[in-house]
């Protein structure tokens, strides 16, 4: 079966620091995947997207960057981090048009 | 470009009764999936339910189930027996199944049930 890894869980940076949240699938090949952010209270925002790897699409410009050195692995990072990059990032992957299966989530606070 | 809408940003519902969560969408494509996804305290995404649009029959996955208005583009979803447990965000869905695969969310309802 297909699962999902996301870490680390929780991440207290303070402003300036550089930013590494990693998101790892696990049972298949090839999978489309996806960065969201969630603001408190708020909607998913969709951040990155990737199709293969090298395929990396942004939705949001903005000081976050995104990677995938592996066909299951994408990396989302920054250089510098701002107070309004803290909330709740969700890695998540699928095939085709299946539904999202999502990660357990990172709480980011910048402080 | 696609767009999702609940207009309902919280509801509440009494234990072991029903309530109906609204979404919108807005699209020209034909052919697509909606979804509603849940998202308890725990904040873990859930897959409720899956509706594909070429599909007149509306999904339904035990106490819940979905009213698909294709022409109306509408798709709600439908709680049946509340219990404590469904207490969440709910978001609704769109893929459409042309062009990029991207997921997009309406902003959510919160749903709170009342023992």
């Known amino acids: 079966s297909q699962t999902i890894h996301q870490w680390p869980a929780t991440l207290v940076q303070p402003v300036g620091s550089p930013l590494s949240l990693e998101c790892t699938v696990e049972g298949t090949s090839n999978p489309n995947l996806y960065w969201y952010r969630q603001a408190a209270g708020r909607g998913l925002q969709l951040l990155f997207y990737s199709i293969g790897i090298d395929q990396i699409s942004s939705e949001v410009p903005q000081n976050l960057s995104a990677s995938r050195p592996q066909d299951r692995q994408f990396i989302l990072s920054s250089k510098k981090l701002l107070l309004s990059d803290s909330g709740f990032y969700l890695c998540?992957?699928?095939?085709?048009?299946?539904?999202?299966?999502f990660g357990n989530g990172t709480r980011l606070t910048v402080t | 470009a696609q767009t999702v809408t609940q207009s309902q940003p919280e509801m509440s519902v009494q234990e072991a009764e029903t309530v109906t969560l609204s979404c919108t969408y807005d699209t020209s494509e034909s052919d697509y999936y909606l979804f509603w996804y849940k998202q308890p305290p725990s904040r873990q995404m859930i897959l409720v339910i899956r509706q594909e649009a070429y599909k007149q029959q509306n999904a339904t996955e035990n106490r819940f189930s979905v009213n698909f208005q294709k022409a109306a583009k509408s798709f709600s979803l439908k709680i049946s027996d509340s219990q404590l447990g469904d207490a969440a965000m709910y978001f609704c869905?769109?893929?459409?199944?042309?062009?990029?695969?991207?997921?997009?969310f309406g902003t959510g309802t919160r749903l709170t049930i009342i023992p």
């Open positions: 869905a769109f893929i459409s199944n042309f062009g990029n695969e991207k997921l997009t």
């Open positions: 998540a992957w699928n095939r085709g048009y299946s539904p999202l299966h």
